[in-house]
């Protein structure tokens, strides 16, 4: 057992010959809420899978609680929820009748709130899944991976097609659990003010790759959009460190870039005779920023 | 206790509910010895990360703005910052940036800033009592 209760190390996953995957390293430590970003195709779904012990990776290490979620024995399956991105319950059972079975296999299952949440969420638990709609699926999906009451929660994109106030509940009871028994949370999502009001740590991947791996607080302080002014001369002769992006004009030069040491940056500007303005993003600026082209 | 945040704003949540606790203590709306609620409460009825709400906590008890009793809960203890004068400067820096910025674009003359800023001061009297 270590610090993290989601890891992969140096992992690579292929379908056929595309790349999936490659060489991440992932660590969402115990008791975080992790928001992993990426844009549609960036191999998100293909992490949750490695994770949730349904494939394994190609090369490398996929480790939740520090084993092996593919080798998983009964009781430490029940310790790990996930709700998939496509649901794949049974359609001819009813909410109800799921409920009682998983009750019947698992001992800390909590029928009592499954029911709760079910009811909150206004969805009948006597209609066959097959008669819901793909958002009320994809509900039922997660209350019966909250009711698991697990230590590691893995939800691949639980909040597509609902609509605002069911995202509210869902989140709610996420944060319950996070609350009441510290459970590690790795959620990804497409709707961002989703995860930024919840999540502590955020992953960005694209390309199969981890582009950033951080606090959303510190990205939140870091990461700005720094705009340098000075005259033309004196402008063509600043190096700017290292950034996700970078325009310059005339008089002026816009840059987004991680400002972890402002005061280097601010004594080499003002040597050079300019001045510059450091302005905040909100996380989907900073998203667009480096998951962007 | 109501909080408005803002989560998509570019200033991080913990901050917003930061800035908004300590004006609540520094001017006296929150009084020395008034009972926070808990880290858990806070973070139910804002739908947050218990975990921004308990970076909110040690921050202000490292500002000395509150103090938790084992067991019994968080207090106001406005006694004071613990940090030094040279730290809370450099905190306040951007802020006063920001207002010498607004007033050269306004065109509103110094002296005019000054009687403004003890304007503001004054309606803090709590605060000033207390640093005096």
Known sequence: ?293 | MFFTLHPSSGVPLYRQLFDQLRHRIVSGQLVDGAQLPSVRELAAQLHLNPLTVSKVFSLLEQGGLVESRRGLGTFVAHRGPSLTLAARVKQLRPAVEQVAASAAHLRVPEDEVRRLLEEAFARLGHYQEQSA
């Open chain 1, 1 to 293: 057992m270590n610090d993290y209760a989601v890891e992969t190390i140096q992992v690579d996953r292929y379908f056929a010959k595309v790349v999936a995957v490659r060489d991440l390293n992932l660590r969402v430590p115990r008791g975080s809420l992790c928001g992993l970003l990426g844009r549609n195709a960036a191999g998100k779904s293909t992490v949750m899978r490695m994770l949730a012990g349904l494939i394994k990776p190609h090369c490398g290490r996929v480790l939740v609680h520090g084993g092996d979620p593919f080798i998983f024995n009964a009781e430490q399956r029940a310790a790990l929820g996930y709700v998939p991105e496509r649901i794949v319950l049974p359609l001819f059972l009813t909410a109800e009748k799921l409920i009682k079975f998983f009750a019947r296999l698992q001992v800390n299952y909590d029928s009592t709130q499954a029911t709760g949440l079910l009811a909150k969420l206004e969805i009948n638990p006597r209609r066959k899944i097959g008669e819901l709609s793909l958002g009320q699926q994809k509900i039922v999906s997660f209350v019966l991976a909250v009711a698991q009451r697990p230590t590691v929660l893995l939800l691949d994109e639980p909040s597509a097609n609902l609509d605002a106030v069911a995202r509210r509940i869902m989140l709610d009871a996420v944060l319950e659990l996070a609350r009441e028994q510290g459970t590690t949370v790795l959620l990804s999502t497409h709707i961002l003010s989703d995860i930024e009001r919840v999540a502590d740590q955020i992953a960005i991947i694209a390309h199969g790759t981890l582009k950033i791996a951080d606090s959303l607080d510190r990205l939140k302080e870091t990461i700005k959009r720094v705009r340098i002014v000075g005259p033309h001369e004196a402008l063509a002769g600043v190096v700017v460190p290292a950034s996700f992006s970078l325009r310059r004009a005339e008089t002026e030069i816009e840059a987004v870039m991680s400002l972890d040491n402002e005061e280097a940056l601010a004594q080499s500007l003002r040597a050079a005779g300019c001045s510059y303005e450091a302005n905040p993003l909100s996380l989907e600026d900073i998203f667009v920023e480096v998951a962007g082209p």
